[in-house]
């Protein structure tokens, strides 16, 4: 289990990089291609967020990617506001406010120490999604 999970945060940490070079029309194409409707990632990211009400050790960055695609989505196209917000993502994204932790800061580490923090905090992630959610 513990490997999926690592596997799982790559996963979503690649996809949060891909999407930040990538218009909203060639989204839109690539989910056609795929016959992967954006309401199924939009499904998956929540419960994902749900799966990790709390911080983990083993990956601590997956709350935050997972975010980072939500905005996008969001930002991207509207639709995907009212899917999130048909998920309870707003509830979700509450709770993370109340469960951040200082790991969740850092993008690079040595052991158990952070060594790089992100630029953008996961409060700021948060609050970011919550105003496009209230749109």
């Known amino acids: 289990m513990k490997e999926e999970n ?3 945060e790559l996963m979503v940490r690649v996809a949060a990089c891909i999407f930040k070079f990538m218009s909203s029309q060639e989204a839109s194409n690539m989910f ?6 954006e309401s199924d990632l939009a ?3 929540v ?3 749900k799966n990790y009400q709390y ?3 083993k990956v601590p960055n997956i709350r935050r990617y997972v975010i980072e695609i939500a905005i996008w989505m969001m930002k991207n196209n509207e639709a995907n506001i009212l899917t999130f917000a048909r998920q309870g993502m707003e509830r979700v994204l509450e709770s993370i ?9 850092f993008s690079i580490f040595c052991g158990t120490i952070g060594l790089c923090r992100h630029s953008t905090t996961i409060q700021t992630l948060v609050e ?6 209230a749109e």
């Not at 056609?32 to 409707?37: C, I, L, S, Y």
């Not at 406010?97 to 800061?105: G, H, M, N, R």
């Not at 970011?128 to 959610?133: E, F, H, P």
């Open 47 to 49: 419960q994902i967020l």
């Open 6 to 8: 690592k596997l799982l």
């Open 43 to 45: 499904y998956k990211l």
């Open 32 to 37: 056609k291609r795929a016959q992967f409707p």
């Open 55 to 57: 911080p983990s050790i």
């Open 97 to 105: 406010l109340d469960t951040t932790f200082e790991l969740e800061s």
């Open 128 to 133: 970011t999604a919550m105003k496009l959610l």
